[in-house]
């Protein structure tokens, strides 16, 4: 055991970059650890500043975001993630387009000086602001997040920008797809808004089409077209009777929904899927199918007389008696589901257990019961295995297990596809999944000047990772129209050395639990948001529960003096000493050598620093400082 190897790796200064998880995870590279630790402070202007530079779309990510930089977090790996999104819905609320008094854009733009920022940060984009100034315009198609941040970062840099949007408002699925008491659509405009008064130009109800499609628009005399028209057609399901009045597709559904129709749902519903999009339907549906009940004369009475929440309760009883019902079913396990790789996911799922939504992993579709043409129940066979070895789609079934559901509507969620019906024959490249087909890279197509992003090119993802797709096009076609290749890129970093002796965490920081604010059950309705901002005190006790990882304990060698007073005191047990000679395949690591000639090595361990600093504060030499890290990713032409 004595003579087992330690594996160690150097730390350089990718390794300090890498070890800010949600600084990595965010696909703009918001620097949330920071814009968390600025809360934590009561600097919330400076939050939000640190929050809205790298992202056009902020004040939607901060209710509506997948929030990968909260899956990163570290402090998910103790016990629960930092409430991220909600922080940033905080500071939003307050500065962002839907407060009272925003703060001015270019100042939010310039961010606080504060945080780790790269070349598609708001400060380096207005450092451009005249590039696009005597550029020919460019034409965007979409409003949803990758039209708007694209549109939103050439503006930036001066372009004329134009945004073509098939639909009456802006938002994409953002607005058509994702329940309004997830998102509130007057966050949708507000973030719009801000956009058109960089100069941006809205064309709204102006799809393409064959017969005004990408190639027109070059001949208009816009010098580059980016492609941002989404995913909105969903996928069928190849079962019997799956054409069957009463079977639906989820995107269908919520597209209806969002844009104020009624959908008669009967009072059984079993959606098919195992993501979000499965659970924003069940959850819409039991809003629906609560506020289409049939309720007595009495109780209409009570509504008449204002008292709704009365009816809404004779409602709620019905549901739990079985009169409604809605069932989500997946291939997958519960564990295996979509949803529930995110946290935001499983806290829906949760919500929507909470709201009377069943689930019912592991079962697959085999065909719809129909009875006089219409759905009337769904048959359904075991899926004992979804992936095979190599962990590729290959669902199999056990045929002697299968079940029957009473259904009056099957919603089907099982993906969505772009409608790329506009594309005449031979104009631009298509994949053989049906997407548009691109450079990874830039983006570009097969048509010189046009470039696509966002679900039409990848497949569906995150809010926040289209809005990627959004920023990189913008830079690409900036670098399109001056003839330039895209920039590499340097890390910069500035450390900050923390005086020990005042060098403190937030009082009980590792004590304090995950809390997100909800509305009681019984006051969700319609489109009320689930989910209320947090207050300025909730905030700063949820920020406080941050693990910095800016900071790191850095070793000195040249002073230790090897009396293992770090490694006593460590409450996480994350400090070690080793001999040199236990080090496997001779990793240079600065060792203190003994009085008797022996060599050690200080080892760390990045995942269970928890930054209390009590290994600085207890070194009797200052062998250990607690230190900041500030990261700059420049382009270098």
């Known amino acids: 055991m004595a003579d087992r190897q330690i594996h160690a790796v150097p730390r350089d200064l990718w390794w300090f970059r890498k070890n800010v998880p949600c600084l990595d995870a965010c696909p703009v590279k918001t620097d949330a650890g920071r814009y968390v630790q600025l809360i934590a402070e009561g600097r919330f202007e400076d939050a939000y500043r640190v929050a809205r530079s790298p992202n056009p779309i902020a004040s939607i990510c901060g209710r509506a975001c997948g929030a990968p930089c909260e899956d990163a977090c570290r402090r998910g790996k103790i016990d629960a993630p930092i409430a991220i999104r909600s922080l940033k819905r905080f500071v939003s609320e307050q500065f962002g387009p839907e407060a009272l008094a925003p703060i001015a854009l270019d100042r939010a733009l310039a961010g606080a000086g504060d945080g780790s920022v790269t070349p598609l940060h708001g400060d380096a984009l207005m450092r451009c602001r005249d590039r696009g100034r005597n550029a020919p315009a460019v034409a965007v198609v979409g409003a949803g997040p990758a039209g708007l941040a694209c549109a939103h970062d050439l503006a930036v840099r ?24 997830r998102l509130a659509r007057e966050v949708i405009d507000r973030q719009t808004e801000e956009i058109e008064k960089l100069g941006v130009e809205f064309r709204f ?43 639906v597709k989820a995107i269908d559904y919520l597209l209806n929904i969002n844009r104020g129709y009624r959908v008669p749902l009967g009072r059984k519903v079993v959606v098919i899927g195992g993501g979000l999009v499965a659970i924003d339907a069940a959850r819409t549906a039991v809003r629906e199918m609560l506020s289409g009940l049939q309720i007595s004369a009495a109780d209409e009475q009570a509504v008449e007389a204002g008292t709704y929440r009365v009816a809404l309760d004779v409602a709620r009883e019905a549901a739990r008696r079985g009169a409604l019902e809605v069932t989500v079913v997946s291939l997958e396990s519960e564990t295996e589901m979509p949803a529930m790789k995110s946290e935001q996911g499983r806290e829906e799922a949760e919500t ?86 691109i450079d990874p890279i830039t983006l570009a197509t097969s048509i010189p000047g046009v470039f696509a992003g966002g679900d039409a090119a990848f497949p569906p993802s995150l809010l926040i990772t289209v809005a990627q797709h959004g920023k990189l096009a913008a830079q690409s076609i900036d ?12 890390l910069h970093v500035q450390i900050e050395e923390l005086p020990t002796d005042s060098y403190s965490m937030p009082e009980q920081f590792e004590q304090r ?54 490694v006593d005191i460590c409450p996480e047990h994350c400090l070690h000493f080793a001999p040199a000679s236990r080090i496997a395949d001779q990793v240079p690591l600065e060792g203190v050598a003994d009085e008797s000639g022996v060599t050690s090595v200080f080892l760390y361990d990045e995942e269970k620093c928890i930054r209390c600093g009590l290994c600085a504060i207890r070194c009797p030499t200052a062998a250990i400082t607690m230190e900041r890290f500030w990261f700059e990713e420049v382009a270098a032409r």
């Open 158 to 181: 001066g372009y004329r920008v134009t945004v073509f949007e098939a639909m009456p408002s802006s938002g994409g699925m953002m607005r058509y797809g994702i329940p309004a008491y």
């Open 205 to 247: 109800n102006t799809p393409l089409s064959k017969d005004f499609g990408v190639s027109d628009l070059l001949k208009q005399g816009f010098g580059a077209v980016f492609l941002a028209v989404g995913a909105s057609r969903g996928r069928s399901v190849p079962v019997e009777n799956s054409d069957a009045e009463g079977v």
């Open 352 to 437: 929507a257990t909470e709201e009377g939504v069943r689930f019912l992993p592991s079962w697959g579709p085999r065909r719809i019961v129909v009875r006089d043409g219409k759905a009337a129940g769904i048959e359904l066979v075991r899926c004992v295995r979804v992936f095979d070895d190599a962990g590729r789609f290959k669902p199999e079934f056990d045929d002697q297990q299968r079940r029957v559901l009473d259904a009056d509507t099957v919603i089907l969620a099982i993906g969505q596809a772009p409608d790329l019906s506009f594309i005449r024959p031979g104009e631009v490249e298509l994949t053989a999944a049906g997407t548009l087909k």
């Open 479 to 490: 670098a399109y129209l001056h003839g330039e290749k895209l920039p590499s890129r340097e």
């Open 513 to 566: 639990p995950r809390a997100i604010p909800i509305v009681p059950l019984d006051r969700r309705s319609g489109i009320t948001e689930v989910e209320p901002v947090l207050s300025a005190e909730q905030a700063r006790d949820q920020a406080g529960r941050c693990l910095y990882c800016h900071i790191h304990p850095i070793y000195n060698g040249s002073r230790c003096i090897l009396c293992n007073r770090c």
